[in-house]
């Protein structure tokens, strides 16, 4: 096609095609591609013609696309556009030459003062571009170093069977992020890993929702952003007086539906601690637990469970293999035993 890129068939010269033919950039190399693909040998007269140009070739031709447009503001320059506004408008209206210059004169003055209130706002926006740009430039230069294989840290390794592998010396110690205690709850407790989760059990009046709404407001005071789901009392008389015996501050959720208002409650406030009161009445099975953890492995998880006569929590036995701890009250009295502490601990409710 005309006026279309090309190579010269022979030496791979770029070209601009002026016909449907025009395959060649000069004589002697149509003549030497004739002759070549016609069984002719090249003459040596021909051969040693051919500039060094043409015999070191050229690549593909390129279609150079213009260069994309800059991220910069420009500079305002209205001086002059504002002093031949001025000029002919006073021009045109007084019909004077000097009327004209006149107007000319103000329109440069103004146009020049409006220069000098924006370009200052300019430069510091073309300065945060900047800013931004070099930022961008060194997050790109750090994603590709943390691609490269390191020596020193050897981190698993997801493989294409399905499972990740690391050497038992090679797990570091003491990774996992926690909520440090103190006081009775650091005796009862002694920490709090992110991801954790307890049930607190017990017959009516024994003390768990006062046991659950102590240790809430604790936490709403030493961490903060603390949900207790009020489903038992919801947000009656005696709940009320327990909220305010224990000076509660924290959120109170209630009329909440099961997993799903559970879990759109935790995207919309983003709680660090939610207090389920109770699993029981709220229908919540094992599964519903499991869930929980998957989907926001970071959240303290404190769960109240209403206990049979027997002794045992309501549920099946699988909730107590999902909890990192579990908190029996009897009489007043709580009981813990898990992974938190080295031994069963004991706590007065009501002191």
């Known amino acids: 096609?005309?006026?279309?890129?090309?190579?010269?068939?022979?030496?791979?010269?770029?070209?601009?095609?002026?016909?449907?033919?025009?395959?060649?950039?000069?004589?002697?190399?149509?003549?030497?591609?004739?002759?070549?693909?016609?069984?002719?040998?090249l003459p040596a007269f021909i051969s040693d013609k051919i500039n060094s140009k043409q015999m070191a070739g050229y690549p593909d031709p390129v279609v150079y696309a213009p260069p994309p447009p800059s991220p910069y503001i420009p500079q305002s320059n209205?001086?002059?556009?504002?002093?031949?506004?001025?000029?002919?408008?006073?021009?045109?209206?007084?019909?004077?030459?000097?009327?004209?210059?006149?107007?000319?004169?103000?329109?440069?003055?103004?146009?020049?003062?409006?220069?000098?209130?924006?370009?200052?706002i300019i430069e510091a926006k073309n300065k945060e571009i900047e800013f931004k740009l070099s930022l961008n430039k060194m997050v790109a230069k750090v994603n590709i170093k943390t691609l490269e294989p390191s020596k020193e840290v050897i981190k698993p390794k997801a493989l294409d069977r399905g499972y990740a592998s690391i050497m038992a010396n090679d797990i570091p110690l003491n990774s996992g992020l926690s909520y440090k205690l103190d006081g009775k709850w650091k005796y009862f407790l002694?920490?709090?890993?992110?991801?954790?989760?307890?049930?607190?059990?017990?017959?009516?009046k024994a003390g768990k929702s006062h046991l659950?709404?102590?240790?809430?407001?604790?936490?709403?005071?030493?961490?903060?952003?603390?949900?207790?789901?009020?489903?038992?009392?919801?947000?009656?008389?005696?709940?009320?007086?327990?909220l305010q015996r224990y000076k509660s501050d924290f959120r109170v959720i209630h009329d909440v539906t099961q997993y799903d208002g559970i879990a759109n409650m935790i995207?919309?406030?983003?709680?660090?601690?939610?207090?389920?009161?109770?699993?029981?009445?709220?229908?919540?099975?094992?599964?519903?637990?499991?869930?929980?953890?998957?989907?926001?492995?970071?959240?303290?998880?404190?769960?109240?469970?209403?206990?049979?006569?027997?002794?045992?929590?309501?549920?099946?036995?699988?909730?107590?293999?999902?909890?990192?701890?579990?908190?029996?009250?009897v009489q007043g009295v709580a009981s813990q035993k898990g992974r938190t502490v080295s031994a069963p601990t004991d706590l007065m409710v009501f002191e």
Not at 4 to 21: A, M, Q, T, V
């Open 267 to 329: 995207k919309d406030h983003k709680p660090k601690f939610v207090f389920v009161d109770s699993l029981t009445r709220l229908g919540l099975d094992v599964e519903a637990i499991r869930r929980f953890k998957n989907e926001f492995p970071n959240v303290v998880f404190i769960y109240v469970v209403q206990s049979t006569k027997a002794g045992s929590f309501r549920g099946s036995l699988e909730i107590e293999h999902e909890m990192t701890a579990t908190i029996r009250v």
């Open 78 to 120: 209205k001086k002059i556009g504002y002093a031949i506004a001025g000029a002919l408008a006073s021009g045109f209206i007084l019909k004077d030459k000097a009327a004209a210059v006149v107007g000319g004169i103000i329109g440069y003055w103004l146009g020049d003062s409006q220069d000098k209130k924006e370009n200052p």
């Open 212 to 242: 659950a709404i102590q240790f809430a407001q604790y936490l709403q005071s030493k961490f903060g952003d603390v949900a207790y789901i009020s489903a038992e009392e919801r947000t009656e008389q005696p709940f009320r007086d327990k």
């Open 190 to 204: 002694s920490y709090l890993p992110y991801g954790f989760s307890a049930i607190i059990y017990g017959l009516p």
């Open 1 to 41: 096609m005309k006026g279309k890129p090309h190579n010269c068939d022979e030496c791979r010269n770029f070209l601009i095609k002026k016909s449907d033919d025009h395959r060649f950039c000069c004589t002697p190399c149509r003549r030497k591609w004739h002759k070549k693909n016609n069984g002719h040998t």
